[in-house]
């Protein structure tokens, strides 16, 4: 049985600013095998690394992504939402939204994995898929890349794009016959929320070593998914997440 990675969510969303820079070299310094991150278009076309539509929550701006060019977007802190946080210093207030092409180039020396959400539920973003594609061609290093979506044309397109490229659905439903749709729409692997893969364990038993599943933070949840061995769990935490998994190796 291949050991389960470990993936940060939005860098280190439990603990750091979500989708930031700051959350990212945490990860890597904590030695995941990957972390998630969430993307979107600005107005001039640029591709940015944000999970919301709008920038309200996780920044001092206000208003839609798509409206707002990357040099305005700049200028937004998205750090200084993040004061509630125990460990919040003043320096966060520094952050700001990372490009796309920015975190590839910090992540550019690490072996580390990348899992790109590809946000288009709710707005059809024009050459989204070419963008990051070219992006992740030019910066990638050659790491290993999952895209993944909600949306199913979306990966659907990236494969189209290009034949090589690992794709994902992310799903919090359920779908009949899972396999019949790795298999037939040349999935990588299905990106399952928690509750969707433990209401019917049974329906992924043979399917494991294909499956992500997010967002795990619970120690209950955590135990169960290393003890099933699927391939990756996706956490807030990954810093508990490791530490667990190595000290359970420990004691083996
Ligand atoms: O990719 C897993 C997870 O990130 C999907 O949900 O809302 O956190 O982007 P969300
Ligand atoms: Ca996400």
Known sequence: ?????????????????????????????????????????????????????????????????KDHSLKEIKQFSAGMNYAHFPNYEAAWNLERIPTLQEVLELLAPYKIELNIELKTCRFKYEHLEEKVLSLVKEYGNGRKVIYSSFHLPTILRIKQ????????WLLDQQISHPKDYLQSLELEALHLSRGTFFSEVFSYKDLLEKTRIWTVNDMDGLKQLLDLGVKTIITDFPEKALFYRSERKTFA
């Open 1 to 65: 049985m291949t050991e389960t990675k470990i993936y940060g969510h939005r860098g280190c969303m439990g603990t750091l600013p979500e989708n930031t820079l700051l959350g990212f070299r945490q990860a890597i310094e904590l030695g995941a095998d990957g972390i998630e991150i969430d993307v979107h278009m600005t107005k001039d076309g640029e591709i940015v690394v944000i999970h919301d539509e709008i920038l309200d929550r996780t920044t001092n701006g206000s208003g839609y992504v």
């Open 161 to 168: 794009i290009d034949r090589n490229a690992e794709i994902a």
